[in-house]
């Protein structure tokens, strides 16, 4: 029976794929503006660890172009840049692959650089994966979309933050409230206390003042009593 098992787990392991899905992810779209720099995003995911022939290519598709040109690609540990195309002398490797990261930056951005950026990915033996793509829009000002979009965002962000200041001293005003009048209702219950023991305390003298004066007008009615009789029986 051992050896059947062994047999089978022998087969599964080599009927196992060897390679599996790697996931690239970049930006969906980034702005930039005429003359400044920018940064384009590339990373992955992989089922197995950073290999040492992990690679990246990047290649750029024009506007209304419709071939892709390739502009960059690292292995090995190295950084191959082309030097004919549009984006020579102005991109520049800035990634670490140790992390997953592919990332380029392009400067002194030109209308021309409109257009497509496709980042691919390998981490072998994981090869087989869909490169992701981010396009670029440059601009001599920031349009109106952009800053409207960004308005929004840094809007919401302070309306969450706003609101997660007020529910917290909401809570605190609760809780001090809640405290105060637990302290207060206390107070309350000990001066009532205190109040009911010093009027028992009271009652105690002066009823047994009572008492004792009841018992000696008894005893003063019981001896002029004997008195009268024993005049009664002298005569």
Not at 160 to 174: G, S, T
């Amino acid at each position: 029976m051992l050896g059947v098992l062994l047999v089978s787990s022998v087969l599964l392991v080599g009927l196992a794929p060897q390679t599996q899905a790697i996931w690239v992810y970049t930006s969906w779209e980034r702005h930039g503006l005429v003359g400044s720099e920018i940064k384009l995003y590339c990373s992955f995911f992989s089922w197995r660890w950073l290999s040492e022939d992990v690679s990246f290519s990047w290649s750029y598709k024009p506007e209304a172009a419709k071939d892709s040109i390739s502009i960059f690609h690292f292995a090995r540990g190295q950084a191959y840049v082309d030097n004919k195309g549009p984006f020579r002398d102005r991109l520049e490797f800035v990634g670490n692959p140790k992390r997953r990261d592919g990332s380029i930056l392009i400067r002194n951005l030109e209308y021309n650089d409109n257009g497509t950026f496709t980042c691919d990915a390998k981490n072998p033996p994981d090869i087989v994966g869909r490169p992701s793509s981010v396009k670029l829009l440059v601009f001599d000002r920031v349009p109106t979309r952009a800053g409207v979009i960004t308005g929004a965002i840094i809007g919401s962000v302070l309306g969450v933050v706003i609101l997660i200041l007020a529910l917290y001293y909401l809570m605190r005003f609760l809780v001090a409230r809640r405290v105060l009048s637990l302290s207060v209702s206390t107070v309350e219950k000990g001066k009532k206390k205190s109040g009911k023991e010093g009027s028992q305390q009271r009652q105690g003298p002066v009823l047994y003042a009572t008492l004792d004066q009841s018992s000696k007008l008894l005893k003063g009615v019981g001896s002029d009593k004997k008195k009268s009789d024993s005049k009664r029986d002298k005569k």
